[in-house]
Every structure is written in C-alpha cells, then in structure tokens.
C-alpha cells in the first residue's frame, strides 16, 4: 500500500523564480491538503483540494496556487519566489465521507525548498 | 498565531523515563491529534482525541485532554532513544474542513 509521495525531495531556486511541487495521495484518499513549514516551526496550512477544486484556504497570498487533478494527485505552485519561502513543503492526504478516515491525514516525506 | 502552543519547547530524559509534553489552544475544537516527526521530515499520525473525550491510550502513549482548561497533554512512558523526535500537536475546529492547525511543538532528546 503506497503512501504518501512527494517530489522533488530537495529544489533550490532563486528570488523571483517559479515552482511547483507534487504530491500523490495515500491508495484511495481524494483529500489533500497541503502545509508549509519554516524551520524550527509548525506546519501552516496552506490549502486543501477535494474533489478538484480548492475548499480551504490558510493565510496564504495568492502566489500559492494549486490544483488537484482527476486521479487525485496535486500540485502547488509558486509564483514570484521570495527568500522567505524556504521552507519544508508537506503534502497529507485524507479520505473525505469516513469519519475515522477523514479526520487522520497521512503526510509525505515532504520537499525542502531553498531560495536563494 | 498558531492556535496550539506545546510546552516545553525541548525537553531532554534518559531511557526508561516518561516523558510529558503539553499543549494549550484557544478556542472551540473538534478534535485534537498528536503528531510526531524525526529529522524535520514527514510528520507521523500518534493519536486522536475527540472533544468529547478525556483521555486516550495507544501503546505507551496515553493523551488527555481537558476543554475546560483548552489543554492537552501527551505522557510516553517507558521512553526509548528511538522516540526521539519533535512531537506537534494540532486541532482541527468546530465547524471546519480537516484543517489543521499545528503549536510549535516540543523536541524530545532521550539519551540511552
């Protein structure tokens, strides 16, 4: 049973540039929500995606976007990079309509973004 | 903010020894769960605890949670060097989508 995956595992890009992430969802989860975590801090809610479209938004600018696509895989994206960026990306995965599913989110192994 | 806070921010036992972390939120909850992740990678679902529920074991992890007091408390008894991690925990509000919203968590060091 496949867990949560995310890549790339590392990316440094610099000030101004564009990326995006990936994220393929634990078999069977449609539900996923994506965090951002500084160092030697908590993961903050980015956004979470159900059913392709975007339900939840944190405090986040709009130059994160997302998308989830049929098969239930995501993307983040990020546009206008700044240095304040760098950050561990976590991807988590849950399944929508089971209470006991629903409520625990499974998270990848995450991707370290650098700017520089 | 975040809504939870974790306390201590590091706390650092022996084998053998129990290891206690707590965690306060500030407003209403649906449910509170225990995260732990090693070497800032992925973080690994522990336990969850309803607000309609006091305490919860699993293993040698035993949670409780007091809504009066908007705390929770995870005990690890009987820790080992391999539970050496940062522990997090995170609510998920009344009313809302499973979003959650993680404290600052509490680093763990057990020496063997």
């Known amino acids: 049973d496949a867990g949560v995956t995310q890549s790339p595992t590392h990316l440094i890009k610099t000030r101004g540039q564009q990326v995006t992430l990936r994220c393929s969802p634990k078999?069977?989860?449609?539900?996923v929500s994506w965090y951002q975590q500084a160092l030697g801090q908590g993961p903050q809610f980015i956004f979470q995606?159900?059913?392709?479209?975007?339900?939840q938004r944190g405090n986040f600018p709009d130059r994160f976007s997302g998308h989830q696509f049929p098969n239930y895989s995501s993307e983040l994206n990020v546009n206008a990079l700044l240095l304040g960026d760098s950050a561990l990306y976590l991807c988590?995965?849950?399944?929508?309509?089971?209470?006991?599913?629903?409520?625990?989110?499974?998270f990848g192994p995450g991707t370290r973004l650098l700017v520089l | 903010s975040q809504q939870g806070e974790e306390d201590p921010q590091a706390l650092s036992i022996q084998e053998g020894e129990n290891a206690t972390m707590n965690c306060s939120y500030k407003t209403s909850i649906n449910n509170l769960q225990w995260y732990r992740q090693n070497s800032g990678r992925g973080l690994v679902h522990l336990i969850l605890?309803?607000?309609?529920?006091r305490e919860k074991h699993s293993g040698r992890l035993r949670v409780t949670l007091d809504t009066s007091k908007k705390s929770s408390s995870l005990l690890i008894t009987a820790s080992r060097a391999a539970d050496t991690a940062s522990y997090f925990c995170a609510t998920v509000l009344s009313g809302g989508y499973n979003k959650l919203i993680f404290g600052a968590g509490t680093r763990l060091a057990v020496h063997p």
């Open positions: 605890i309803r607000s309609n529920e």
């Open positions: 995606y159900y059913e392709e479209e975007e339900r």
């Open positions: 078999s069977g989860h449609d539900t």
């Open positions: 988590a995965s849950s399944l929508e309509g089971v209470l006991g599913a629903r409520e625990t989110q499974y």
